[in-house]
């Protein structure tokens, strides 16, 4: 089994908390866009954590690697979470949504075409959510991304 390198970020300009003030790259949302979802453990990840602050964030990513922003944030099962980002090559699949650091577990929206706004459903409650942008292992090119803020 391959491991998924994972990269942790802090964002400072985000929505930061559960009926917080709306700002891109993450904001609560009504509007569920439809991007299909996988779910998985962080079980096979290698965890990396550098600390960035940023309002806009580029950055590469190799096939199987991850980045995790360190910013935690509280919210409910159910809560909507948009993200911004685009990449390059634009052939390759991106992966971005949410990854709880109290369980390892994450709900990522695949994302093709090179541009993306995903909406994400939060699973279930917790204190302990980030975001989570990931290159999966099919891809055969390192990819190149911004999350917009």
Known sequence: MKKLGITVI????????????TASPICESSNALEYPVISGSS???NIINPEIGI??????LNPGEAHVFSTEFSWSEGIQIS???SWTPTNQTLYAG?????T?????????????EPTIT????SDHWQIM????HENTETITYTLHD
């Open 104 to 116: 390892g577990e994450y709900s990522l929206a695949v994302c093709t075409g090179g541009s993306a």
């Open 98 to 102: 949410v990854y709880d650091g109290a």
């Open 55 to 60: 309002l806009s964030y580029t950055d590469s």
């Open 10 to 21: 802090l964002l400072v300009s985000l929505c930061a908390f559960y009926g917080g003030v």
């Open 83 to 85: 993200l911004s980002v």
């Open 122 to 125: 939060i699973p279930w409650t």
């Open 133 to 136: 942008i990931a290159s999966p």
């Open 43 to 45: 079980d096979v990840y």
